[in-house]
């Protein structure tokens, strides 16, 4: 039947005011009125249900007015159209709410009546006599009883306040527990029977098998007495006869001890006697076994690794371990490494220590117990009282700021990856397990064997459930030394070999010894050993494409792998499942592959699976079953690359959103300030919005269980783009401004959802980020706090046990990711949680809290001497760790020291200094922040670029379906372009479909048309759906204008599975005259005549975008002119027409079979650039490159013009002729088993010295890159192609046999490059710019000129006069010159702040042949990420002043490769900005020039030795070889010739070339 999705009511509703002081006239129902609160007057509540219980009440009048003659009034009505005035008092008049609506406001209808709680109830009334019933238990186990009398006994809750001494016995069993959760009265009998019809329901309901109970320990134990017998019947009927009943014991063991089994006080231990016969809880998590493991590893003491024996022992003398089932003893209780409450154990040591853990929790007896995320190496600092740290297994945003490793955190994506190294190592420990003891059927599982004597520092046990299957298990908890591990008394004889059944292969081995075993072991190392290694389930190891990865679908064929870690059997193929069916792999040995055609994978989510049936060679299930998933995202969309910011979101100008977001089920959208709008279906792609200028717009989306997708767009009223924001407004407030009353702190948006202020501060000051002026929501810093810790009581050592605690909370987890250099001193995060502190900014402009973090309200207190200390320390040592110290004065002050001599207090006041000025940015989004000098960082970034976009739907029709085949989508969008003209613009297409269309005339139409329609569509078998359009005008049902006993019916098909079932249909739809003259509802009267036969069509629904200042309807192009350039590029006969609706919703896309998929190799022969350009013309190269995440394209221009060049996964390249022409294109795939790599050697190894090469990655190029290949590449001059790995972009411009002109090289993740340059090798570009730049025997003129951040933040070249057009920023603009004073490149590096441009700079100046002339101008700030191997590079282009260079100094340098700079000036910060300037003429001699070394001075230089071969006044030294007779030669420029030692080994060959 028909039903309606509503929306959670998440706010109060209160009841919605209609008139003030009005009587409703002609529709009364009731009206009482009186002096006191009884019946309909009792109070407004009771007055409001009278109405909501009347069907006629529409409106209901109130009054409470102690001033009135008549204090109290109720009265309804059916309605209030007529109003007078009201003349006793002041009343309301309210709209009519529901029950229901009444029951949102939360309070609901109750036998006590309205109550917070529907099935709970409170009653105030005191009971003087009454008493709590059963007795309670404290920590320590022992028992109280109610003796006194008094409790609000007819209550469903506790009325005690809030739990603050948890070892208080009362308090830890009836107290309210963190001041927010109402505590129900568990021992009360009236509230365990509803309790216990709750969970019987639930039981019922879900089918669970267990139920996990939290902090059980705050609950009476006569509740668990009731409860838990109650639970395993209700489940016993259910068929389930071990219903699991598990507790949460974060409390000592003897408080615990009382809760399991039938349970012991404390009077009852190491005997056979238990506080009733009554089973309670089975077992649950427990913590002395963690605390023992976290003291030896955090704390690095393993001397307390034997405290895990001890736990043991001492344990069960406490617990009940007897299960009613079994009637047998079985230790349950669960141990674990890691969970919510406490840092993963990873974070604080490291993996090494982590893995060790998780052997040992497999194989000591009890239940192991894995925190979600260490399977996969979930690293986050701090826990998930810090909010940030709960992971979860789904992409989130909290990860974007947590940077926990290099490339991010591993918890940003989907990441459950199962073949992830530590899932694979859990699942072998898991299958050892159940291998080892699987049976679990006697107490023997439960018995560990330990030496006679003590082991320091290692951990040595066996255990087993039989003779036959037991282990010894021998660790090293020491973190940096060997140990020797032993044990004696084996139950193996002497001479049998035990081996380690952790590892596959390479297994360690040890020999029994009279009856002892000893092993040396080395730190951290762990050893499960056994005389049998048992079998466990195969595994699959390798799965491709990578779980959780993302192809954009231009790879042509691509080849789906699955690997195995064994052989397995020869039917393993009918077991490995591509969304969700078998498909044929082929499986050899340990592998499956399956090549598939990318066409015909759909946009979206798929999944490689192995079911739990598969085998192995020897006949082995693997037990649990496979699975990985993979996304095809031809968009390039939001779920895919998890952008933030998408210009262009907002289209049609605010009418539309335009997607993104393959992948996507759900979404959402919000006009910042405003509502979101209800989660719809994501099923189109694009969603009419009113979207208002200059107000962000936000978008949700939900896929795979995650919905931390969220982009933002915004449009002014220009057209122009703005920054997106979560929040309308931001302010930053704290002491340093009164909070915001002596200024307001109002933050300004620099970029998408980072908002900046610049402040004053000369201290550490308290602030706060607030969106709103009320203080209703702010962003503080989670507090300090320490570790849940201890060292069991039953330990003798835990009287003397003192280690510093382990904090957690915001500034412990910042000190984190700043001691590990992920975050610099100026970086931290926010967090909006309701108990959260505030935050600290000082005049450091560091994100850094103070050391000692003040307490205003400390107070003196008697200080005890220790060691060193006496009156006359007290008196003089001021401040010492973060304590104030003092002589007692006997002030009024002083009073709280008492008598005593020395006092001491926590330091009361925050450290001040020397006021400076900082910038502070606050992300809204992901809540970091960060605090720098550079103000510059505060400034407004420029806007996303201006777009202009439109939507529209093309129809293209072919009468050969076959014909469709020939029609790509890339060949489209070329006639799209190419009939937009004079427009610069990208177009995409969203959506393609295939579908036959016709048209019928029908006389006389049938009174059935609706039947007649199913039919039709009944008729298209080889079509999941259909459409037939009908149009009313007047005169009758018809179309295109027929008379009116006619009707026109359009057909139109869809979700077809290829292109070649249309010719199916096309046949199918002539047979409808037939089929209609058999229809029971069509009469004599009515002839079908076919009006169009029938044609195949293909819909495009295609975006376009431009930055050009245009109309949206400039954006659609003319019909015809697309027609032609399609028919022109196919040479297929078409018509193109534009859809006048957008595809009807049962449309399903379909990729378009590509007609240039990429193989190993792809090469064409240009046809279009291969003739020279004209005469003098000089050409621009452009190279732009976008891997797999950061754009995934390859492109090249020239003078502007693209090259055309279908590119695809790997290298394109462009070969180019000496005067500027496309000799040739060719694309690579040297990805994920691409065979690219070979040709690509073979082409670039035969090219010959001084072609010009282009070269661009795309998605991925390194898979597959073999070291011949990369040297290939080296050989055009490339220096970083070794460094090129996964998704990178790349790019080059080379010379075969030179250095290369361009290269540029950006990790995954970093965006695309674009590299310029002007082809230099050309004459042509050498000759035209001969007049700037120089030539033979031409003057140049060079110039330099910079400034500071403070000084003008300019940085300026110039060349005879004219401005070279670059675009500097921040750091240092380089131009480098070549022999001819031709430019040969022009970068920025920068140096600023957190910059990473100095690696860069130092590449580069480092591949320069000795003797380029290099200018560099600093503009902003080029010194905070200076490094000195940067420094260094710059003086080896003899530069002295490089050291002054300071924060936003002024620098300039006209520098020499390896010899003395021509012009050299520095300028501090605020002296002003900079020029130098020199004449030069080229080719250069420099015969008047000194070399120098990086580093040597020119005095140095001038005493060189200068004997050896002299040629035109230079001379060329000579240098024995000590282990060959060959001569070694070092020498300088001469007329333009460059030399390089040890190149030649002839002197006369080397003169002859020089002389040349």
């Known amino acids: ?134 007795t309670v238990y404290g920590q320590w186990g022992e028992s109280k009883t109610d003796t006194g009398f008094g409790t609000y006994i007819g209550s469903d809750f506790h009325h005690n306040g809030d739990l603050q001494e948890y070892y208080d016995p009362w308090e830890i069993n009836l107290g309210k527990i963190y001041g927010v959760m109402d505590d129900l009265r568990l021992e009360n009998e009236r509230v365990q029977q509803k309790y216990i019809a709750m969970t019987k329901a639930l039981i019922t309901s879900t089918d669970v098998d267990g139920f996990r109970v939290d902090t059980p320990m705050q609950v009476p134990l006569n509740f668990y007495k009731v409860w838990a017998p109650a639970m395993r019947a209700h489940a016993q009927t259910l068929g389930k006869d071990r219903f699991g009943i598990f507790g949460e014991f974060f409390v000592s063991v003897q408080r615990y001890g009382t809760m399991t089994g039938r349970g012991r006080d404390n009077t009852m231990y190491n005997q056979d006697i238990f506080i009733d016969d009554i089973f309670t809880l089975k077992g649950g998590i427990v913590y002395p076994y963690y605390w023992y493991i976290f003291t030896a590893m955090v704390y690095k003491l393993p001397e307390y690794v034997d405290g895990l024996p001890l736990a043991y022992v001492e344990e069960n003398k406490i617990i009940d371990t007897l299960d009613p089932a079994t009637q047998r003893h079985e230790y349950a209780m669960w141990t674990f490494c890691n969970n919510h409450d406490n840092w993963r154990l990873q974070s604080m040591t490291g993996f090494p220590e982590f893995h060790m853990c998780l052997a040992l929790i497999t194989f000591w007896p009890g239940v192991p117990l894995h925190y979600a995320g260490d399977e996969q190496d979930f690293d986050s600092p701090g826990s998930a009282l810090d909010g940030w740290a709960r992971e979860e297994l789904s992409p989130s945003l909290a990860w974007r700021a947590v940077r926990t490793q290099p490339n991010g955190n591993p918890a940003d994506g989907d990441n459950f990856d199962m073949t992830s190294s530590t899932y694979l190592y859990i699942k072998r420990l898991n299958a050892l397990r159940r291998a080892y003891f699987g049976e679990f059927g006697n107490e023997e599982c439960d018995q560990i064997q330990t030496p006679t004597y003590k082991t320091p520092d290692v951990l040595v046990f066996i255990r087993g459930c039989s003779a036959d299957k037991k282990v010894l298990l021998v660790a090293n908890f020491h973190t940096s030394e060997q140990r020797l591990a032993s044990i004696d008394a084996v139950p193996w004889s002497s001479g049998t070999v035990l081996t380690d059944c952790l590892v596959m292969q390479n297994a360690v081995q040890v020999s029994v010894e009279q009856s002892s075993v000893s092993i040396t072991l080395a730190p951290l190392q762990v050893l499960v050993l056994s005389p049998a290694v048992e079998s466990v389930p195969a595994a699959v190891v390798e799965v491709w494409p990578k779980h959780g990865s993302s192809l954009n679908g231009d790879l042509g064929q691509i080849i789906l792998r699955i690997k195995f870690d064994r052989s397995m059997a020869d039917s393993i193929s009918n077991y490995v499942l591509l969304n969700g069916e078998a498909s044929s792999f082929q499986c050899s040995g340990d592998e499956c592959t399956k090549q598939v055609d990318m066409s015909s994978l759909s946009d979206g989510h798929h999944s490689l699976e192995v079911t739990k049936d598969a085998l192995d060679q020897d006949g082995l299930a693997v037990g649990a079953a496979f699975r990985s998933e993979f996304m095809i995202d031809r968009q390039d969309g939001v779920i895919a690359n998890s952008i933030q910011k998408l210009p262009g979101l907002i289209c049609d100008n605010g009418a539309q959103i335009c997607h993104k977001a393959t992948g996507a089920s759900w979404f959402r959208v919000q006009n910042v300030g405003s509502n979101w709008s209800e989660w719809r279906q994501y099923n189109e792609s694009t969603t009419k919005w009113n979207a208002q200028f200059s107000v962000p717009v936000l978008v949700q989306y939900y896929s795979r269980l995650s919905a931390s997708f969220i982009v933002g767009d915004c449009l002014a009223k220009t057209g122009e783009r703005c920054h997106a924001s979560w929040h309308e407004e931001m302010f930053l407030r704290g002491e340093f401004n009164d909070w915001g009353k002596h200024n307001e702190g109002r933050m300004m948006l620099i970029s998408s959802f980072t908002w900046g202020i610049n402040v004053s501060l000369s201290g550490f000051v308290r602030t706060r980020f607030t969106p709103v002026k009320d203080w209703s929501k702010s962003y503080g810093s989670h507090p300090v706090r320490e570790l849940l810790y201890n060292v069991p009581d039953f330990d003798p050592r835990h009287q003397d046990f003192n280690v510093v605690p382990t904090l957690s909370g915001s500034e412990p987890c910042r000190k984190w990711m700043t001691d590990r250099e992920l975050w610099s001193e100026r970086e931290s995060i926010a967090s909006g949680a309701e108990f959260a502190t505030d935050l600290w900014l000082s005049h450091l402009c560091t994100a850094a809290s103070p050391q000692c973090v003040p307490d205003a309200t400390a107070q003196w207190q008697c200080h005890g001497y220790t060691d060193g200390q006496d009156g006359a320390w007290c008196a003089s040592v001021g401040t010492e760790n973060c304590w104030e110290y003092g002589v007692n004065d006997q002030s009024e002050e002083m009073s709280s020291c008492g008598p005593c001599y020395c006092c001491r207090r926590k330091v009361k006041t925050a450290p001040t200094g020397t006021e400076s000025t900082c910038c502070v940015k606050f992300n809204d989004l992901f809540l970091n922040y960060t605090v720098t000098s550079d103000l510059s960082q505060c400034a407004p970034s420029a806007a996303p670029p201006h777009h202009v976009s439109t939507s529209f739907t093309m129809r293209i029709q072919v009468g050969t379906p076959s014909n469709l085949e020939q029609i790509s989508v890339e060949s489209y969008k070329s006639s799209v372009i190419a009939a937009l003209d004079s427009v610069t613009a990208s177009v995409t297409v969203a959506k393609v479909s295939y579908m036959v269309l016709s048209t019928y005339q029908l006389s006389a139409v049938p009174s059935e048309l609706e039947i007649v329609k199913s039919e039709i569509c ?384 130092v590449d580069l100046l480092e591949s320069l042949a000795d003797g380029t002339i290099v200018m560099i101008a600093a503009m902003d700030d080029a010194s905070d990420s200076l490094t000195a191997e940067a420094k260094a590079a710059i003086a080896a282009l003899g530069a002295t002043k490089v050291d002054q260079i300071s924060y936003r100094s002024s620098y300039a340098l006209i520098g020499v490769k390896g010899r003395t700079a021509i012009a050299e000036e520095v300028a501090a910060p605020g002296e002003g900005s900079l020029i130098i300037e020199e004449n030069l003429t080229f080719p250069l001699s420099f015969s008047s020039l000194s070399s120098t070394s990086p580093g040597a001075s020119s005095s140095e230089a001038a005493q060189t030795s200068s004997t050896g071969l002299v040629v035109d006044g230079t001379t060329f030294s000579t240098s024995q070889q000590a282990s060959s007779s060959e001569i070694g030669w070092s020498f300088e420029f001469i007329d333009g010739c460059v030399g390089y030692a040890n190149v030649f080994r002839n002197a006369l060959a080397l003169a002859l070339l020089c002389m040349m």
């Open 1018 to 1401: 009944s008729l298209f078998a080889a079509a999941d759906s259909c459409v037939v359009r009908t149009q009313t005008i007047t005169g009758g049902r018809r179309l295109q204008g027929l008379a009116t006993i006619q009707a026109d019916a359009e057909v139109e098909t869809s979700t077809l599975s290829s292109v070649s079932s249309l010719a199916n249909l096309a046949d199918d739809a002539t047979a409808l005259q037939a089929q209609l003259g058999s229809n029971p509802y069509v009469d004599s009267s009515t002839s079908l005549i076919i009006s169009q036969p029938a044609t195949t069509e293909m819909k495009l629904v295609t975006d376009v975008t431009t930055e050009e200042p245009v109309a949206p309807a400039v954006l659609i192009p003319e019909t015809s002119t697309v027609q032609t350039a399609l028919e022109s590029s196919t040479g297929v006969s078409i018509s193109v027409s534009l859809a006048t609706t957008t595809t009807t919703p049962t449309t399903t896309t379909q990729g378009l079979p590509s007609t240039s998929l990429t193989t190993a190799a792809q090469t064409s022969v240009a046809s279009t650039q291969t003739s020279a350009l004209p005469a003098g013309t000089c050409m621009e190269v452009v190279v732009r490159s976008a891997g797999g995440a950061d754009g995934n394209y390859a492109d090249f221009s020239m003078n502007g013009l693209q090259v055309e060049l279908s590119s695809g996964r790997g290298f394109s390249i462009v070969i180019l002729t000496e005067d500027g022409g496309v000799q040739s294109k060719h694309v690579y795939d040297t990805g994920f088993e691409g065979e690219g790599s070979g040709p690509l050697a073979s082409l670039l190894n035969g090219l010959p010295d001084g072609t010009a090469v282009l070269i661009a990655a795309m998605d991925d190029a390194s898979d597959s890159l073999t070291p011949e290949a990369r040297s290939s590449i080296q050989m055009l001059g490339a220096t970083k192609i070794s460094s090129l790995s996964y998704r990178d972009s790349y790019a080059l411009i080379g010379i075969k046999g030179q250095s290369a002109i361009a290269e540029a090289h950006s990790s995954a993740g970093e965006g695309p490059i674009e590299l310029k340059s002007n082809a230099v090798w050309m004459s042509s570009c050498q000759a035209s710019t001969s007049a700037a730049t120089g030539g033979s025997g031409a003057p140049l003129a060079l110039r330099v000129k910079s400034a500071g951040g403070a000084d003008g933040n300019f940085a300026e070249f110039y060349v005879n006069g004219a401005l070279i057009d670059m675009e500097s920023a921040r750091g240092l603009s380089v131009v480098v010159l070549g022999e001819t004073g031709a430019i040969v490149s022009k970068q920025v590096f920068d140096t600023g702040y957190e910059a990473e441009g100095a690696g860069p700079l």
């Open 1 to 134: 039947g028909k039903g309606s999705i509503f929306k959670k009511w998440t706010w109060p509703v209160v009841a919605e005011e209609f008139a003030q002081n009005v009587w409703c006239g002609g529709s009364g129902l009731w009206s009482v009125y009186g002096g006191n609160a009884t019946g309909l007057l009792t109070d407004q509540d009771t007055c409001e249900a009278r109405c909501a219980s009347d069907d006629a009440c529409q409106y209901y009048l109130w009054k409470d007015d102690p001033g009135a003659d008549t204090r109290f009034h109720c009265a309804g009505f059916s309605s209030c159209s007529e109003q007078s005035p009201f003349g006793d008092g002041s009343v309301t008049i309210f709209k009519k709410r529901s029950k229901a609506q009444r029951d949102m406001d939360g309070l609901y209808h109750t036998p006590a009546g309205r109550q917070p709680y529907a099935d709970f109830w409170y009653n105030n009334t005191w009971d003087p006599t009454a008493q709590y019933n059963g």
